[in-house]
């Protein structure tokens, strides 16, 4: 197993320690990165989505939206 996959296990385990009633734009963005990263596309680009949904003036969302 390398870093990097420990590294997103890892990223993954903090963000679904995350209330669903908090998670919020940037919850949803850095868990569509994590699922983008792991080759989960189609559940990646509904993250970013909700990201874009959540905060439509944020730049970061919407490359990562249009990149997905």
């Given at each position: 197993v390398s870093k990097d996959n420990d590294?997103?296990?890892h990223a993954e385990q903090i963000l679904n320690g995350v209330p669903v009633e908090s998670r919020n734009a940037e919850w949803y963005?850095?868990?569509?990165?994590v699922?983008?990263?792991r080759g989960?596309?189609?559940?990646a680009k509904e993250h970013f989505t909700r990201a874009c949904q959540m905060d439509p003036g944020n730049p970061e969302y919407q490359a990562a939206l249009k990149n997905s």
């Open positions: 590294d997103l296990k963005f850095l868990k569509g990165t699922l983008y990263r989960w596309l189609e559940e």
